[in-house]
């Protein structure tokens, strides 16, 4: 009997130390429910700027990939489509990889996060440059380097809503603006190098572009956490006192003066009543995945987003071709894109700003943006001339630039700061996915609604023509080439009317979620009344 109250009064003594050094030294709130408070600065204005020259190089290469169409073709010695399949891969990998990217900055980071990326994406396409066959090209250039990048993307988007709260949409579309600057810098980049060293070593060259990123994603550390003193602690012990304390079965609830006189041992060694000998349970952290799919706002977010990607990427196939039967030169058509990346670029930073105030709401600037985008399609449609396909196409910009920039804070809104990541892996995905099957959808309608048997007669009978009368095939020849760029036109148009469809269903899935996250917002408030 004697030898087990000794044992007792040892475990109590443990006990009472243990509550003794939870109050001294209090658990970190910020530990237990997720990421610290963003510092709004300091550090984080050098991410913003690692982020702004990340997004122009992931995407400078993406959107120059055009360039090299053409030698890459001769090289290889294959068609368009097979050549083109090569950067379609490259763009549909960057995005559909976002689930792996967000499960990797969560677990080591965006700064492990992003070198990996670069030094993958790196030796990808360096690597792609020996590629004997376009294939291995594919594999190499458009699977990897795209798994590569696809790593950059992810933290270089995400890191920079971590160190910021009041200034989030604003420097999210800052870094985002990466994007256009990196088509305006590289394109010509491309080109010069292409045109003086070859493909192969223009992408070499890229490489080590990708390479440097090494550096950019060495500066993007985590938020650091204040370190509390003393003082701090004793604070937070008076403001945890009445809610208990529990720790290796020791229940602790103490009166604020116990603490302060240093009687706190004291007491808990007299008072055997606040010993409660019963195990806690430990509450097992949910995947981030899982909830983030069982937000009903979030969902109807990324239903929204796969047609919104889908019909944002049609114009900017098909807008040349439209342009140019309607008797625009090329020259004329590559205007009408810059001009679209050059307002969609500014349109990011004052989207950004007007979302920061408190009383805007993200998740409406997005349904607004997707509305005003769908417009714009149905409007080139109906342009003929060079100016008012300008102002259209500034349109279209400058409307569809804060879909983007809005994304972190939309996303922080709806499942908070902590599921930040997880949350822009699985919408990247989606946008992914969607970019692969949009200009893909919208050439097939366009060849499944062209009368081939009006093209085909017309040049059969060229064929035939010009083995009875040489001097007429040259002019039966633009004949024939006129009326097939007629019906072009009109196939061109069709692409562009499912442009406007996709984006309006995705404005209206915006809504939807709208009206369901304010219905959700307002149900507390009223069983609150």
Request: hydrophobic residues 45%; negative net charge.
């Amino acid at each position: 009997m004697g030898k087990g109250n000794q044992e007792e009064k040892q475990n109590t003594e443990v006990v009472s130390e243990e509550a003794k050094n939870l109050l001294r030294h209090p658990i970190s709130h910020h530990e237990e429910e997720g990421p610290p408070p963003p510092p709004d600065g300091g550090w984080g204005w050098v991410i913003v700027a690692a982020s702004f020259l990340c997004n122009m190089v992931l995407d400078g290469i993406g959107y120059s990939f055009g360039i090299l169409l053409a030698p890459l073709m001769v090289h290889y010695g294959e068609g368009k489509g097979t050549i083109a399949m090569v950067g379609s891969i490259l763009t549909g990998a960057i995005m559909l990889v976002g689930p792996l990217a967000s499960a990797l900055v969560n677990k080591y980071g965006p700064r492990k996060t992003c070198i990996a990326g670069a030094l993958v994406s790196s030796l990808s396409i360096f690597l792609s440059t020996f590629s004997p066959n376009v294939y291995l090209l594919m594999i190499s250039y458009g699977v990897l380097g795209g798994l590569g990048l696809g790593l950059m993307y992810v933290p270089a988007v995400t890191a920079v809503g971590y160190w910021f709260e009041k200034k989030r949409s604003l420097v999210t579309g800052i870094s985002t603006c990466g994007s256009g600057f990196g088509t305006i810098v590289f394109a010509p980049v491309v080109t010069a190098l292409e045109a003086g060293l070859g493909w192969q070593w223009c992408n070499r060259i890229v490489a080590c572009f990708c390479l440097a990123c090494t550096f950019l994603g060495a500066t993007m550390k985590r938020v650091p956490c204040k370190n509390k003193d003393e003082e701090d602690s004793i604070t937070e012990a008076k403001k945890q006192n009445e809610n208990p304390i529990i720790k290796n079965g020791a229940y602790v609830a103490k009166e604020e003066k116990d603490f302060i006189n240093g009687t706190a041992s004291e007491s808990l060694e007299t008072d055997d009543s606040h010993l409660v000998k019963t195990e806690t349970a430990v509450i097992p952290k949910e995947n981030g995945y899982l909830t983030v799919l069982r937000n009903v706002p979030f969902l109807l977010v990324m239903l929204g987003n796969f047609p919104a990607v889908m019909g944002l990427y049609i114009p900017y196939m098909f807008l040349p071709g439209i342009t140019q039967q309607r008797g625009m030169t090329e020259a004329d058509s590559a205007l009408l894109i810059s001009l679209i990346g050059f307002f969609n670029t500014g349109g990011r930073i004052l989207s950004g700003a007007v979302t920061d105030h408190p009383r805007v709401d993200a998740l409406f600037v997005s349904t607004v943006a997707l509305f005003l985008g769908a417009i714009c399609p149905f409007l080139m449609t109906l342009c003929f001339d060079f100016w008012s396909y300008i102002i259209v196409c500034i349109l279209f910009g400058v409307s569809l630039s804060a879909w983007p920039a809005v994304t972190s804070s939309m996303l922080v809104d709806l499942l908070g700061l902590e599921l930040l990541t997880s949350a822009f892996g699985v919408l990247t995905c989606i946008r992914g996915l969607a970019a692969l099957l949009g200009p893909p959808l919208a050439g097939f309608v366009i060849d499944a609604t062209s009368p081939q048997e009006i093209t085909t007669a017309a040049e059969t009978a060229v064929a035939n023509l010009t083995s009875l009368v040489s001097e007429a095939t040259s002019v039966l020849s633009e004949i024939s080439s006129d009326v097939s760029k007629s019906e072009d036109t009109s196939n061109y148009q069709v692409a562009f009317w499912i442009s406007g469809i996709l984006l309006g269903l995705a404005s209206a899935g915006h809504l939807v979620a709208f009206c369901v996250k304010k219905a959700l917002t307002e149900k507390p408030k009223g069983l609150m009344h």
